[in-house]
C-alpha cells in the first residue's frame, strides 16, 4: 500500500491521527468567487463564521423540531453511534436513538437511500437523536464505560433497544457535510443503555482479533459482504487494529478511511488483470445529479470533476458552474483529492466493478450537480450512485470520440468546459501516444 494516503496510514498503522489537510492540495479547475464554497463544503469555514450561512435553510425543512420533549429518549438504535472530530485527541460520541420501536435499521444504512428524495432523507435522518460525552480516542485501547458500551453496541447486526438520558432536551438544528448522512438534534448524555444486541459474527471476529492490523480487518469485511457503513462505523469506535494501537477515528475521516483502504487493496488486484476492449459510457441521474462513468480500454486511471451550479448548497450564489476535480495515473495518488471524500467512494465503486469483471480500464467520472440538490447529503450518495449505474448495462463505442460526444449530450456543461477541466480529456487530445509512431 505504497501508494497510499499517509494520514489513512496514521489511521490504520501507527495509532497517530491527524485531519487531511485538503488544502495543500486544492486544484479550482474553473469557477469565480464560488470557488471558497466548494472547496470549503461547510466543513473548513474558509469564510471565517463560524457556521455555514448557506446551510441555514435546514431548519426550514426539518419537519421533526418538536419531536424530542423531554430529557429522555427510548427507542431502537438501528444501531447507531457518532464520533465528533472538534478537539480532537479528546472527542465527542454517543449513540444514535429515534423515538420509535421496530426495524429502525434504514435510519443508519445509507446503502438502502437510493431512491429517497432529500426530504425523506432529512426525515429518517433528523429523527435520530445524538447524546454526547467527551472521551480521549485512546480509551478504544482499553474501553470502559460509554465507549465499551458503543463498542458493543457497534457488533450487533439488528437494530437495539436502548434508553438514554440527557442534561437537558437534545436541540439544535439538522447537521449537514458533504462528507457525512445528516443528523438532528444532540444533548449532553447523562446515562445509556442498550440491551437485545444480537453480534455479526464477521464483525466481532474482527474485534476480538488485537493482532490483525485495521486494513486487513476492513479489506476481510469487505469481502464477507459486511456493508461498507458498517465497516466505517466500527473503524470510526476504534474496533480494528493491533490492540496497542487502537483509536477512535471521527466518523467524517472514517468514511473517507474505508473508501480509500478498500479501494486501494482492490486495484492492486485489477491492475494485473486485462483492459476491456471497448469504450463503455454508463449514466444515471439522481437527486438532481447527472452522472457520467466512462470506462475506456486502458490501463488504470482515474479522474472525478464535479460541476456545481448556481443554486446548489456550495455555489448558491454564483453565476456560473463552479468546476473543480482531481485525477491519479497508473500508481495511484499520495495527497488528499481536493473534493474530498467523493473522489474515494466514487473509486471504490469502480474498484467494486472492475474486480467483478477481472478488468482493468482508465475511468473518467463527470458530475453535474443541479440546483435541485438543495442540501448535501454526504458521500454515499456518489458511492451508491456509480453503483447503480455501474449496474445497468454500459452504451457501447468502438472509440473514444463517439464514447465522449453521447456522454456529454447527457450533461449540459459544453464540451469546451469539460476540456479545460479535466486532465484526461486534455491528455486524450493532445497527448500523441507512442505506438502512434509506429503506425499502430
Not at 495543500?24 to 479547475?29: E, G, H, I, T
Not at 472514517?254 to 476491456?276: G, N, Q
Request: proline share 6%; charged share 25%; net charge neutral.
Amino acid at each position: 500500500m505504497s501508494s497510499e494516503l499517509v494520514w489513512v496510514n496514521d489511521f490504520l498503522s501507527n495509532g497517530i491521527g491527524r485531519e487531511p489537510d485538503a488544502l495543500k492540495d486544492l486544484r479550482v479547475v474553473r469557477g469565480p468567487s464560488a470557488d471558497l464554497c466548494v472547496r470549503c463544503r461547510g466543513g473548513r469555514m474558509l469564510c471565517g463564521k463560524t457556521s455555514c450561512p448557506l446551510l441555514i435553510k435546514a431548519r426550514a425543512i426539518a419537519t421533526y423540531g418538536n419531536l424530542i420533549s423531554s430529557e429522555q429518549i427510548a427507542g431502537s438504535t438501528p444501531p447507531g453511534v457518532f464520533v465528533g472530530r472538534f478537539g480532537y485527541p479528546r472527542v465527542s460520541v454517543g449513540p444514535l436513538i429515534p423515538p420509535y420501536h421496530g426495524d429502525t435499521t434504514i435510519y443508519d444504512a445509507p446503502e438502502l437511500w437510493l431512491g429517497k428524495s432529500i426530504q425523506e432523507i432529512v426525515d429518517l435522518r433528523y429523527s435520530l437523536v445524538r447524546g454526547k460525552t467527551r472521551v480521549s480516542i485512546f480509551d478504544a485501547q482499553e474501553p470502559y464505560g460509554i465507549v465499551d458500551q458503543l463498542q458493543e453496541l457497534t457488533l450487533s447486526a439488528t437494530p437495539a433497544e436502548s434508553e438514554a438520558k440527557f442534561a437537558k432536551k437534545p436541540g439544535g438544528p439538522l447537521t449537514l457535510s458533504d462528507e457525512i448522512q445528516p443528523f438532528g438534534p444532540s444533548a449532553p448524555l447523562k446515562s445509556f443503555q442498550a440491551w437485545g444486541v444480537k453480534a455479526d459474527r464477521r464483525v466481532e471476529k474482527a474485534y476480538y482479533d488485537r493482532d490483525l492490523n485495521a486494513s486487513d480487518a476492513i479489506l476481510t469485511l469487505h469481502e464477507d459482504g459486511v456493508q461498507v457503513t458498517r465497516i466505517q462505523r466500527a473503524l470510526s469506535m476504534g474496533m480494528f487494529g493491533i490492540g496497542s494501537r487502537r483509536k477512535l477515528v471521527p466518523t467524517r475521516w472514517s468514511i473517507t478511511a474505508v473508501d480509500s483502504t478498500i479501494s486501494e487493496r482492490l486495484l492492486d488486484e485489477i491492475k494485473h488483470s486485462p483492459a476491456i476492449d471497448d469504450f463503455r459510457v454508463h449514466t444515471y441521474n439522481y437527486i438532481d445529479n447527472r452522472y457520467i462513468v466512462m470506462l475506456m480500454p486502458e490501463k488504470w486511471c482515474y479522474e472525478s470533476i464535479e460541476a456545481w451550479f448556481p443554486g446548489t448548497a456550495w455555489n448558491e450564489g454564483g453565476e456560473y458552474p463552479a468546476m473543480m476535480g482531481d485525477h491519479e495515473e497508473y500508481q495511484g495518488r499520495t495527497t488528499y483529492a481536493s473534493i474530498g471524500g467523493c473522489y474515494y467512494a466514487c473509486r471504490l465503486a469502480i474498484a467494486e466493478h472492475l474486480l467483478r469483471e477481472r478488468r482493468q480500464c482508465s475511468a473518467l467520472v463527470l458530475r453535474e450537480i443541479h440546483s435541485g440538490y438543495i442540501l448535501p447529503v454526504g458521500v454515499w450518495n456518489v458511492r451508491e450512485s456509480i453503483r447503480a449505474a455501474l449496474a445497468r448495462s454500459p452504451t457501447r463505442f468502438d472509440n473514444f470520440n463517439s464514447a465522449l460526444e453521447f456522454g456529454l449530450s447527457k450533461l449540459s456543461i459544453p464540451r469546451k468546459a469539460w476540456l479545460q477541466s479535466s486532465h484526461m480529456l486534455r491528455e486524450a487530445f493532445f497527448q500523441r501516444k507512442i505506438n502512434s509512431y509506429f503506425g499502430m
